[in-house]
């Protein structure tokens, strides 16, 4: 039988190095900072965050060969080299013309180099991997990066944040921007900063993806969620990240 | 080495955990009294001795962390031999049974629990003396357990 | 694919109390959750868990399905002894899972 110690290198059981890394004068709160003490605990908790059963699983795929090439993960990338990665996606691959996000680039690297199977959304490899990598950026400030092909990416990305939908004819911008930090059915609406995915959604009670949470906030104002590989989903998150610059990282993070 | 009327007695307590809940049952504070006499029978349960930690407000009820300390010597003579704790609301009345002794050191336990709405939980702690001791708390759960599926 | 994580100290003075902590992927599907298609889900928990030193008992939970998904179990025990501690999960559909640490004493 496999030991399962926790042997990933942690250095400290209470690792709330995020919440330090915020300067005084940033007045932008992160879902963390809008929950309650106990749901802090758990994630600051890194033998207690579910979450982290995730990451583990992550670290164990890194080193699994996959595909007609026989390649793990870690035969280009040595442990450690992923760091600060996660803070800077979405970001347009050499030789593409599209942004991708975190998921989107493992899969680039499962199809063209590993040559294997692309790993299914929400699945379990494809979340612990995305898990790990960004785990290596917990505490990192979110710093998109300088390409200007970004640009109208982003601007979509703003286009779709303001834009009105569904039933209730809201917009993202309605609660997240104009009534941030007031209540909504008893809970604090969050300024909506992706800081800590993947997360372990208590709601979900599993690690999902940001694309999971943006479908679940469509269903919410009863709009129609776009099908699963629509480009609005990345624009989002480039507009997001570009909009949380500056804020840490805090991978995998616990929310309600 | 535990004799067989130990064992029956734990079980007893545990007993309900195997039985098939019905879709339309729903725990009530009879329920778990009657679960909570399951395990103590005709003795007196006492407050004290037993701590409950539970965050008194609760943003989602699918996953609230829980610790039940109870204050014992945990000797051979005197120790905390079960921890019982039940709920009101959820659909069945019990949450964990944990059978500790000696080697245990401390009667600390935590652990995460479901809760379907704001509700009372009891902590019921059983000595080797043959005592019971009791605490509760009362939780506000501002969204009950219920499952988001992936859209 | 099943995943524990486990947190127990490798070392302890003999007598010293340690706290030892395990979580484990699970769904606890409750059995009382309708699905999308109005039919209540089969229930599927983890129904005890056992900690041993070597090989003797040191802790049991039953869990019911109040206890939430992925459970996480702490408690403590005295450090008596080097050698391994056990923990085994056993719940519905045949669920074994079991896995051990080492732990010196001394």
Same mark, same amino acid.
């Given at each position: 039988m496999k030991i399962a110690q926790v042997a990933l290198g942690l250095a400290s059981v209470f690792a709330a190095t995020f919440a330090l890394?915020?300067?005084?004068?940033?007045k932008r709160r992160s879902g963390y900072q809008d929950m309650g003490e106990a749901l802090q605990k758990m994630q600051d908790d890194d033998t207690a965050n579910p979450g982290m059963l995730f990451v583990q699983l992550g670290e164990q795929l890194w080193s699994k060969p996959a595909g007609a090439a026989n390649k793990a993960c870690a035969d280009c990338h040595a442990s450690g080299?992923?760091?600060s990665v996660a803070a800077r996606y979405p970001a347009i691959p050499k030789d593409a013309d599209k942004p991708v996000d975190l998921e989107g680039r493992i899969n680039l690297c499962r199809t063209a180099n590993q040559q294997a199977e692309p790993l299914a959304p929400e699945s379990r490899e494809l979340l612990s991997l995305e898990a790990y990598v960004a785990f290596q950026s917990r505490g990192q400030p979110i710093a998109p990066p300088? !390409?200007?092909?970004?640009g109208p990416f982003r601007e979509q990305g703003g286009e779709v944040y303001r834009r009105r939908q569904g039933q209730l004819n809201l917009s993202c911008a309605t609660c997240?921007?104009?009534?941030?930090?007031k209540k909504l059915a008893g809970v604090t609406i969050p300024?909506?900063?992706?800081?800590?995915?993947?997360i372990y959604r208590l709601e979900w009670q599993a690690l999902g993806s940001l694309r999971r949470r943006l479908r679940n906030c469509l269903v919410g104002i009863r709009a129609e969620a776009y099908p699963? !590989?629509?480009s609005e989903y990345v624009a989002l998150e480039i507009y997001l990240m570009d909009r949380a610059k500056g804020m840490p990282l805090d991978a995998p993070g616990v929310r309600p | 080495m535990h004799s067989p009327l130990d064992r029956r007695a734990f079980l007893a307590g545990a007993a309900l955990l195997t039985v098939l809940p019905l879709a339309s049952a729903r725990a009530t504070p009879e329920a778990m009294a009657a679960a909570i006499k399951e395990v103590v029978g005709a003795a007196t349960v006492r407050e004290g001795k037993v701590k409950l930690d539970l965050?008194?407000?609760?943003?989602?009820?699918?996953t609230v962390p829980l610790t039940v300390s109870v204050e014992s010597p945990m000797t051979p003579a005197d120790h905390v031999k079960a921890i019982h704790v039940f709920n009101e609301k959820?659909?069945?009345?019990?949450v964990f049974s944990a059978r500790l002794g000696?080697?245990?050191?401390?009667?600390v336990i935590t652990t995460r629990i479901k809760l379907a709405d704001s509700q009372k939980i009891i902590a019921l702690a059983e000595t080797s003396t043959g005592q019971f001791f009791s605490a509760s708390a009362d939780v506000i759960v501002t969204l009950a357990a219920c499952i988001e599926d992936a859209t | 694919m099943t995943n524990v994580l486990i947190n127990a100290p490798k070392t302890a003075r003999p007598g010293e109390i340690v706290e030892i902590k395990a979580l484990i992927l699970h769904p606890?599907?409750?059995?009382?959750r309708p699905g999308t298609n109005g039919k209540i889900i089969p229930r599927n928990i983890i129904e005890h868990f056992v900690a041993t030193w070597n090989g003797a008992e040191i802790f049991r939970m039953e869990m019911s399905p109040a206890i939430a998904a992925n459970p996480f179990v702490s408690f403590f025990a005295v450090a008596t002894e080097s050698g391994t501690i056990g923990l085994r999960w056993t719940g519905d559909e045949g669920f074994l899972v079991e896995e051990q640490v080492a732990i010196a004493v001394g």
């Open positions: 890394a915020q300067g005084a004068a940033d080299s992923m760091k300088s !390409d200007p092909r970004l997240h921007d104009d009534n941030a930090g300024e909506a900063h992706p800081t800590g995915y993947p699963y !590989d629509a | 965050p008194p407000l609760v943003e989602n009820g699918n959820n659909p069945q009345p019990h000696p080697q245990n050191g401390k009667a | 606890m599907e409750t059995g009382f």
